[in-house]
T-cell receptor, first 116, second 116 residues
Framework: SAVISQKPSRDICQRGTSLTIQCQVDSQVTMMFWYRQQPGQSLTLIATANQGSEATYESGFVIDKFPISRPNLTFSTLTVSNMSPEDSSIYLC?????????????FGAGSRLTVL | QQQVKQSPQSLIVQKGGISIINCAYENTAFDYFPWYQQFPGKGPALLIAIRPDVSEKKEGRFTISFNKSAKQFSLHIMDSQPGDSATYFCAASMRRRGSNTGKLIFGQGTTLQVKP
């Protein structure tokens, strides 16, 4: 399975600021996915990031709020812009594990953001 | 129709007992049903998965039972151990047109505590 490193692992942020989360994979992957896990809730897909093209956002998520970069096949960033307390969540990066077939996702450990 | 409903929200089981978590879905186009296990501070990890052409899949102490007509599937953990204490997510997906992959829709999660 791919090994995913996320930074930061956790942060406390002030309302109105922005934070960029980095995701590094130890192998080249076509698609990278960004999920949000709100406290005590399920995982919700924010967007899919393909290298060399614009990210595809899910309903309820917009590029202005969650800009994503995908400069190469092993790296992606997610920025949470103009944060409010409602953005306090765990943000998870994931990739499809090609060794196990389609739809098998490998997740990073997540970045826990607390917005004050 | 895209939802996956999971129950119970939390579960306490004695060591050696059977843990049962249930999920239900509406969209009959779903064709892949995985279960993910998440320990505190870690990202979810694939535990076991099933496709709708079989009614049961067993891997060690973990079994998925699948009822296509009822649109339900469940995870059974036999001989539950304290090390099984974690949050469990069911999920479902269907392949995108022209692709071998599809977006995973996650259930709400079940927090399992196995008492020694």
């Amino acid at each position: 399975s791919a090994v995913i490193s996320q930074k930061p692992s956790r942060d406390i942020c002030q309302r109105g600021t922005s934070l960029t989360i980095q995701c590094q994979v130890d192998s080249q992957v076509t698609m990278m996915f960004w999920y949000r896990q709100q406290p005590g809730q399920s995982l919700t897909l924010i967007a899919t990031a393909n290298q060399g093209s614009e990210a595809t956002y899910e309903s309820g998520f917009v590029i202005d709020k969650f800009p994503i970069s995908r400069p190469n096949l092993t790296f992606s960033t997610l920025t949470v812009s103009n944060m409010s307390p409602e953005d306090s969540s765990i943000y998870l990066c994931s990739v499809e594990d090609q060794g196990h077939g389609a739809n098998v996702l490998t997740f990073g450990a997540g970045s826990r953001l607390t917005v004050l | 129709q895209q939802q996956v409903k999971q129950s119970p929200q939390s579960l306490i089981v004695q060591k050696g007992g059977i843990s049962i978590i249930n999920c239900a879905y509406e969209n009959t186009a779903f064709d892949y049903f995985p279960w993910y296990q998440q320990f505190p501070g870690k990202g979810p990890a694939l535990l076991i998965a099933i496709r709708p052409d079989v009614s049961e899949k067993k891997e060690g102490r973990f079994t998925i039972s699948f009822n296509k007509s009822a649109k339900q599937f469940s995870l059974h953990i036999m001989d539950s151990q304290p090390g099984d204490s974690a949050t469990y997510f069911c999920a479902a997906s269907m392949r995108r047109r022209g692709s071998n992959t599809g977006k995973l829709i996650f259930g709400q999660g079940t927090t399992l505590q196995v008492k020694p």
